[in-house]
T-cell receptor, first 112, second 111 residues
Framework: EAQVTQNPRYLITVTGKKLTVTCSQN?????MSWYRQDPGLGLRQIYY???????DKGDVPEGYKVSRKEKRNFPLILESPSPNQTSLYFC???????????FGPGTRLTVL | QKEVEQNSGPLSVPEGAIASLNCTYS??????FFWYRQYSGKSPELIMS????GDKEDGRFTAQLNKASQYVSLLIRDSQPSDSATYLC???????????FGAGTILRVKS
């Protein structure tokens, strides 16, 4: 089944404790992206990747890191999480930005 | 001006009516436009994509694009309670090669 998977689905952590949210797709997509969704603000892009070893900042990259060592994986790293990073996070993938993006199920992160 | 703007709603329509959702965008060079539906607590799913001026129909859904006016809309005919969701407009911006989402319009279909 073609899909984007994210783990964990839910996470409660404390300020400053490093965490990684994994994202994996099995559709051989070149383009992958991370979004956060907050009430009233819609989906805001954090980072995106056009292909392996090619990443770039989106609109809200501060406090986040990403890597793209393999085509299928695009982990999101929070080196020192803060409460303002409490949000719903989505990973998405597609063949390109002019194509349909497929979304993962979401990760609800709470930083205390 | 926001890059992609939508009325947040909620838009309330009775069952069986036509729901009309609107979206405007700032980048005149944009070429790809998408409508996603998102149920509460779920991930967005694509309903329609449109790339050229005019109408595109798929079942009860019609997407309309007017590049001159920088306007894209989604019509839902014979609205059902199951259509109640948040509808996200997304535009592929020519600059930066990125997909930008509007904040979404909440649709409520009353039975």
């Amino acid at each position: 089944e073609a899909q984007v998977t994210q783990n964990p689905r839910y996470l409660i952590t404390v300020t400053g404790k490093k965490l990684t949210v994994t994202c994996s797709q099995n559709m051989n997509h070149e383009y992958m992206s991370w979004y956060r969704q907050d009430p009233g603000l819609g989906l805001r892009q954090i980072y995106y990747s056009m292909n392996v070893e090619v990443t770039d900042k989106g609109d809200v990259p501060e406090g986040y890191k990403v890597s793209r060592k393999e085509k299928r994986n695009f982990p999101l790293i929070l080196e020192s999480p803060s409460p303002n990073q409490t949000s719903l996070y989505f990973c998405a993938s597609s063949f390109g930005t002019s194509n349909e993006q497929f979304f993962g199920p979401g990760t609800r992160l709470t930083v205390l | 001006q926001k890059e992609v703007e939508q009325n947040s709603g909620p838009l309330s329509v009775p069952e069986g009516a036509i729901a009309s959702l609107n979206c405007t965008y700032s980048d005149r060079g944009s070429q790809s436009f998408f409508w996603y539906r998102q149920y509460s607590g779920k991930s967005p799913e694509l309903i329609m994509s449109i790339y050229s001026n005019g109408d595109k129909e798929d079942g009860r859904f019609t997407a309309q694009l007017n590049k001159a006016s920088q306007y894209v809309s989604l019509l839902i005919r014979d609205s059902q309670p199951s259509d109640s969701a948040t509808y996200l407009c997304a535009v592929n911006m020519e600059y930066g090669n990125k997909l930008v989402f509007g904040a979404g319009t909440i649709l409520r279909v009353k039975s």
